[in-house]
Structures are given as structure tokens and as C-alpha cells.
């Protein structure tokens, strides 16, 4: 079995004091009462990272970020390249996020490019994938996905693939056990379609308003791997109780 995982997308939250408190927070608990055999992995805003880097050094709590560049250097203002994330000690990277699909009109091809990069880097990618409301109520979600996989993951994916219906993101509605259960199946065939036996053992998340009441429903559903989680992870007393809720396996 593969080692389940919990994830906290800060996302634009927060400022250096808050993060700094928020994960002395969940460092402290863990070191107290440990979450044995569940990777856990907080993603703070670029701008904390060089602060995080060290208050989460040797501790149980890895540091990931919300995206990268293609490329590792050159003319791109604004831009943060996967080198640039590993010298302050990042390990994992979200990459195609519904929220930067939206916001900065990333396409699959773009995530792609960014998830070749990110693996090169030494990173380990969090794929986004997930169908919107509208795909949904067409009818559409597995023909999205299937595409969203196919367009999104490169040859050679060593990453996790993140499962959040855009629905379900921030609206305290998330997807119903059963649903999950079926599309995570759905993905997994696509990652096996694409991938051969590798596709068997990459780690699939959900994520979309996972919280500290439906954690232990969603993450006891055998293929699910674990979770990603926005607005709870902001909260380390609910952010904690899901990491405490994955199942031994
Ligand atoms: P949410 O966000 O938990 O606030 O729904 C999840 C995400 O966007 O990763």
C-alpha cells in the first residue's frame, strides 16, 4: 500500500506571523502525539516559504508549493522556477490547481510543461484534475478528466493526482462517498490506460471541502491515498483531526 498523504493548500492566506504560528501548531501536536505512516505536507504562499523552510526542517511536516514555472530561469517576471523552490527546502509542488486554471488560463499542455519541469527539479507534483459544475450537470465529468489526464500527466509521471471536482472547492459541499469512490476508480483505469503498471501505485487525493466531519468517510475509501485541503488546513485543530483520521492501512 502506498503511504497516505494530507495536504494543506494555504493558498492567499495569511500573513509570515500567522504561518509561522499555524505550523509550530501542527509540528508541535505531531511531535507529541505522532501521526505514524501519514505523510503530511503544508503549502504556504511563495513569498513564506524562505521563513517556512527552516521552522519545518526535520520535523514530521513537509513544505510544498502552489506552482512553479516551466522553465528554471530566465526572462519571466513574477515567476518562481522549481530550483528557486528546492533551495528553500520545498519537496512538493501543487501544479494545475482549478483556481490557476481559472485565474491565469492554464491549459493542460501548460500544467504538463510545469509538471516535466517540477520533476526534473526533484519536486513531487500534486496534479489537479477535476470537472466544473457545468461539465457535471452534462454529463461530462469522465470525458474531462480522461482529458485533464491525458493532457496534464507527461510520459514518466512520478507525482500524485489530485481529484477535486471545482464544485466541491470552497463550498462546503463535498462530493458524496459514493461519487468519489466511483471517479476515483474512473481515474485509476485512465492512469492504467496511460501509464502501464506505473499507473497502478501513483497516489490519488480528493479534495473539495474535505473538513474535520467528512475526513474519516472520504479517506476511508480504499483508493483514495489521502487529501487535499484548502480552507480546514487553515484551521491546525481541523487540519489535525484529518491527519488523525486517515485509516491504518
Ligand atoms: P477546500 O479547497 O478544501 O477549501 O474546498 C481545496 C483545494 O482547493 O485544494
Given at each position: 500500500m502506498s503511504t497516505p498523504i494530507i495536504v494543506g493548500?494555504?493558498?492567499?492566506?495569511?500573513l509570515s506571523a500567522d504561518s509561522a504560528d499555524r505550523a509550530k501548531q501542527i509540528v508541535d501536536s505531531l511531535a507529541t502525539v505522532p501521526a505514524a505512516g501519514v505523510e503530511v505536507v503544508v503549502c504556504p504562499p511563495f513569498t513564506q516559504l524562505a521563513l517556512l523552510g527552516p521552522l519545518l526542517k526535520d520535523t514530521p511536516v513537509a513544505m510544498g508549493a502552489q506552482d512553479c514555472h516551466k522553465?528554471?530561469?530566465?526572462?519571466?517576471?513574477?515567476d518562481i522556477a522549481p530550483s528557486m523552490l528546492t533551495d528553500l527546502g520545498t519537496t512538493h509542488v501543487i501544479l494545475g490547481h482549478s483556481e490557476r486554471r481559472r485565474d491565469h488560463e492554464e491549459v493542460d499542455e501548460t500544467v504538463r510543461e510545469k509538471t516535466v519541469s517540477a520533476m526534473k527539479a526533484g519536486l513531487t507534483p500534486i496534479v489537479c484534475i477535476g470537472e466544473t459544475e457545468d461539465q457535471r450537470q452534462s454529463g461530462q465529468t469522465e470525458d474531462t478528466l480522461g482529458w485533464q489526464i491525458k493532457g496534464s500527466l507527461p510520459d514518466g509521471f512520478a507525482g500524485i493526482v489530485a481529484y477535486e471536482p471545482v464544485w466541491a472547492i470552497g463550498t462546503g459541499l463535498a462530493a458524496t462517498i459514493e461519487d468519489i469512490t466511483n471517479t476515483v476508480a474512473f481515474i485509476r483505469a485512465e492512469l492504467v490506460r496511460q501509464f502501464g503498471d506505473a499507473g497502478k501505485s501513483l497516489r490519488i487525493l480528493y479534495g473539495g471541502s474535505v473538513d474535520a466531519n467528512n475526513a474519516a468517510g472520504i479517506l476511508a475509501i480504499p483508493d483514495v491515498a489521502g487529501a487535499l485541503v484548502g480552507g480546514a488546513s487553515l484551521k491546525p485543530d481541523a487540519f489535525l483531526t484529518i491527519i488523525r483520521a486517515v485509516p491504518a492501512r
Open positions: 493548500n494555504w493558498k492567499m492566506n495569511g522553465d528554471d530561469k530566465g526572462a519571466h517576471t513574477g
